[in-house]
């Protein structure tokens, strides 16, 4: 079964930093490309990066381009996303989803050549002083 577990979320003060872990139980992490989604309250689902299988090649929207960082440590079987100068805007649930092909700006602007059965849980991350 193909779906992914995200953890690492929690309450975080304005400017400060969180590291959140996307890992897989049932199969190997490291055949697919992994994007990182995000949904806020009364909002739709967005997307905020993407990585390839192989972790060299990456993508970011403009939103969090220069404060997050994805990287994937394919021998523990994880994508993880760094997220540091954390805004207010940045509160949202983060789901992980693994990407039908390689890791393109489009998958994550338009939220297509997502493998739908992946869908993690989420984790929460609250921004706030």
């Known amino acids: 079964h193909l779906q992914l577990v995200e953890s690492g979320g929690g309450l975080v003060q304005p400017g400060g930093s969180l590291t959140l872990s996307c890992s897989a139980s049932?199969?190997?992490?490291?055949?697919?490309?992994i994007g990182w989604f995000r949904q806020a309250p009364g909002k739709e689902r967005e997307g905020v990066s993407c990585?390839?299988?192989?972790?060299?090649?990456?993508n970011y929207v403009d939103s969090v381009k220069g404060r997050f960082t994805i990287s994937r440590d394919n021998a523990k079987n994880t994508v993880y996303l760094q997220m540091s100068s954390l805004k207010p805007e940045d509160t949202a649930i983060y789901y992980c989803?693994?990407?039908?092909?390689?890791?393109?700006?489009?998958?994550?602007?338009?939220?297509?050549?997502?493998?739908?059965?992946?869908w993690g849980q989420g984790t929460q991350v609250t921004v706030s002083s």
């Open positions: 990585i390839s299988n192989s972790g060299d090649s990456t």
């Open positions: 049932e199969f190997t992490l490291n055949d697919y490309a």
């Open positions: 989803v693994a990407l039908k092909l390689t890791c393109h700006r489009t998958n994550i602007l338009y939220s297509v050549g997502l493998i739908a059965d992946s």
